[in-house]
């Protein structure tokens, strides 16, 4: 699979009082990136079904390993790899880099139906999500500017 590149710079409400990213933020960029990474395929990770269910894909586990800290006004990238494709879930690795690289996460996430009253089940994942995505295994995927000014 191509790596999807998303370019991001920190904002000043995303630093703690020592002027350095909240650890938090690491993992909202995640989700943000894996979002940009669909749009970019013509996907969405929540799509209504006509009979009032709708198509989602929550995390079933996140990590985060910090290495290098990021302050106001960086310029970062947050680069996705799809690592795994299982019958219901995706595995992606994440890597903030600048010029060397800032951190790395995990995310996996399963392919749910959720219904009108808040019940979730797990789906085998539809046959256009993995169409789409395996056909974006030729192609070099860059994504927006998130935060960049």
Not at 95 to 119: N, S
Request: charged content about 25%; proline content about 3%.
């Amino acid at each position: 699979m191509p790596q999807f590149i998303a370019t991001r710079r920190v904002q000043f409400s995303e630093t703690d009082m020592a002027g350095i990213v909240h650890f938090s933020n690491f993992y909202r960029w995640m989700e943000e990136t894996e979002h940009e990474y669909y749009r970019s395929l013509g996907l969405s990770i929540m799509e209504a079904n006509d009979d009032g269910t709708y198509l989602g894909w929550p995390r079933v586990s996140a990590s985060c390993t910090f290495e290098r800290p990021l302050t106001y006004d960086d310029e970062f990238e947050v680069r996705l790899d799809v690592e795994r494709i299982g019958v219901k879930s995706i595995n992606y690795v994440m890597e903030f880099w600048q010029e060397q690289r800032l951190a790395y996460g995990r995310l996996k996430t399963a392919c749910c139906i959720c219904g009108a009253h808040a019940r979730i089940e797990s789906i085998v994942i539809p046959d256009r999500y993995l169409a789409v995505i395996k056909e974006s295994d030729e192609l070099p995927l860059k994504g927006g500017q998130g935060g960049v000014a």
